[in-house]
């Protein structure tokens, strides 16, 4: 915009101020870093919130910085290697305080440069008991007893200004002896989805010589060193280079055995094996220098790490993603499809679009469940974080069978297993139909939902016309202006689009109705149930995940890049069209012209923002 600012009167006194006031902006922005970092350091650790079943002062259990090295190796079917630096920090779980002037361990003050929260670990969500509360709650789900690790210690990536990417966390469990009992292994992947393997201890060699080999060469021996193998069966999709085939062999260090006689090592090592036991992926990260202890840095030595490290988790994802570009250009690896998470596995974050479909869904299902021809009670387990996970739901006839004894009551369970399930739903128009649909192949890693007892569930709310019902509200009262038209709009771009195919035991599962379905079942309630406010938001969601898994390939964020785009394309076509046009005609000449331009750039971007809003 720089040339008609300087056809403008004034353009060099602007373009004066306008450097001056960049000048005192990088000035104020850097006193204000510098004082953020001398407050940081100057307040030093504060202890007095740790458990009493930590000794702060002995080498036990005490929160370390571990300067790492992370290295994988891809043996088959094509070879490739990487190796990058990295930073763990090992805290006791149960541990919420300040940890000298550059950490912050499951506190309310998380104004520092490297924080460890509780909400990103185990189960999503705040617990007001912290680590220490979810690690509980997760060891009962796996039906072991707390009080047989009465010591934790976890080794994770610590989060640099609130930014973290953890692509595993180790959780280390011990017995009251304080001897290694057991491990967590949290893994993430990069498409926000989590799990959880419960790692014990396995009798005879389970790394085939691959980790052993690896804790040698780092001069470790498993002497006078305590170790954690183990195998399991791969459960978790975490490269789009890998299936859910095979399993893991594993091979760990206790990183706080004989601590008083050297400084606490970090040494863990997993192998992929294929279904044929044939290692074909090795992951390893081990510590490359001395452990650090944050409570003992100095407001210089603080300055130094803070330097040296703060880089190392927020190029994580783009290393991961860098890596993936090789193996997809240059090894020309093949891709598999990611499936459906598992049940006992944390599925990923529902976007704004799928939240306000739920939203509908779940009114739909209530309805549904509330008008029952019988006395029904449903438990329904979202995903899309709109309400409490699970939810009870009862039939208006449940009230009346209380009193009566000869009256059952029937309970189905209906589990989410991905926010997938409402951008499928949107395409069918039969409730029964999606569900069925979306139920099929649960064995195989393709449902979306789970539901305890499929044909009682048809047959309890089977009412083909319970939307068309005279208790619905009249369309034309709930009709705006153009209303109508947006939701022709809406079923047209269905009636373009289709949705994706299952393959389940090399059967193809599609639901045909779905693809040509003027209206689907959530548009009808919407139109006839919901306020117009409700209605317009759920419609808009729905025309934008048409138009992400069409056009955006299932990436929102494409989508608004798309939409950034067109703005910008928008607004320089609109620009030249007014500077090309002759002086003569338009009547305008100097500043005059350039103040049109500027008018014209703003105009088009207010028009394109208008005709959005309309839809």
């Known amino acids: ?40 350091w100057q307040r030093m650790t504060r202890l007095e919130d740790l458990p009493s079943s930590f000794d702060t002062h002995s080498s036990f ?13 891809r043996h088959f079917p094509k070879r490739h290697s990487f190796c990058y630096s990295y930073l763990l920090v090992g805290i006791p779980v149960g541990m919420r305080s300040r940890v000298g002037p550059v950490l912050s361990v499951d506190s309310e003050a998380r104004n520092n440069w490297f924080t460890i929260s509780a909400d990103n670990y185990l189960q999503r969500g705040y617990s007001p008991g912290g680590l220490s509360e979810k690690l509980h709650s997760y060891l009962l789900s796996q039906c072991c007893d707390p009080s047989d690790y009465p010591f934790a210690y976890l080794v994770t990536a610590p989060a640099f200004l ?11 469990l011990y017995s009251h002896e304080k001897i290694l009992q057991a491990m967590i292994l949290e893994v993430n992947n990069t498409f926000d989805e989590r799990h959880m393997y419960f790692v014990k201890p396995k009798a005879g060699p389970v790394v085939n010589g691959i980790g052993e080999k690896l804790v040698n060469s780092q ?57 044929g036991n044939k290692p ?24 130094k790490f803070v330097i040296t490290w703060w880089w190392a988790g927020l190029v994580t994802f ?28 944390i599925t990923r974050h529902a976007d704004s679009s799928e939240r306000s479909i739920e939203r509908c869904f779940h009114s739909l299902l209530e309805w549904q469940v509330r008008h029952a021809k019988s006395p029904l009670r449903v438990k329904y387990t979202s995903c899309a974080g709109n309400r409490p996970q699970t939810e009870y739901i009862s039939s208006l006839r449940c009230a009346e069978s209380e009193d009566a004894t000869n009256i059952q009551i029937t309970d189905i369970d209906i589990n989410i297993l991905s926010p997938d399930f409402y951008r499928h739903f949107i395409r069918y128009e039969d409730p029964f139909d999606a569900i069925e649909e979306e139920s099929a192949g649960y064995a195989h890693g393709q449902a979306t939902v789970r539901i305890s007892n499929l044909e009682l569930l048809k047959a309890i709310l089977s009412n083909p016309k319970l939307l068309d019902s005279a208790t619905g509200r009249d369309k034309a009262q709930h009709m705006r202006p153009f209303d109508s038209w947006r939701w022709r709009l809406l079923a047209r771009c269905r009636q373009f689009t289709s949705l994706r195919r299952h393959h389940v035991s090399g059967r193809s599962i599609y639901a045909s109705r779905a693809r040509n379905a003027p209206d689907s079942v959530l548009d009808s309630f919407a139109k006839r149930y919901l306020s117009v406010v409700e209605a317009q938001d759920y419609r808009r969601a729905c025309l934008t995940v048409i138009l992400t898994d069409e056009i955006g390939f299932g990436f929102p964020l494409l989508l608004q890049i798309y939409d950034f785009c067109l703005r910008c394309a928008l607004a320089f076509a609109s620009m030249q069209s007014a500077r090309s046009a002759p002086a003569t005609i338009l009547g305008l000449s100097g500043s005059w012209r350039s103040l049109l331009f500027a008018g014209t750039f703003w105009s088009s971007l207010h028009a394109w923002a208008f005709l959005k809003s309309r839809l």
């Open 280 to 303: 074909k992926l090795t992951a390893s990260v081990a510590s490359v220098a001395k452990a650090i202890d944050p409570s003992l840095l100095t407001g210089w030595d603080a300055f």
């Open 61 to 73: 259990a005490k929160p370390l910085f571990f300067p790492c090295e992370t290295a994988h190796t």
């Open 162 to 172: 609130g930014y973290s990417f953890n692509p595993v966390s180790f959780w280390y």
């Open 1 to 40: 915009m720089g040339w008609w600012i300087d056809q403008w009167p004034f353009g060099a006194l602007y373009h004066n101020a306008l450097s001056c006031q960049i000048h005192v902006i990088i000035s104020s922005a850097t006193l204000v870093i510098f004082l953020t970092f001398w407050r940081g």
């Open 219 to 275: 001069s470790y021996t498993t002497d006078h060193l305590s170790s954690l193998r183990s195998s399991w069966k791969k459960e978790f999709y975490v490269s789009p280079f890998n299936n859910r085939d095979g399993f893991y062999t594993f091979m760990a260090i206790d990183p706080l055995a004989n601590c008083k006689e050297r400084s606490p090592t970090i040494c863990n090592t997993v192998v992929l094996n294929s279904a």
């Open 318 to 345: 783009p290393r991961i993603l860098r890596e993936a570009a090789k193996l997809f250009i240059k090894r020309r690896l093949k891709v598999w499809r990611r499936p459906v998470v598992t049940e006992n596995s």
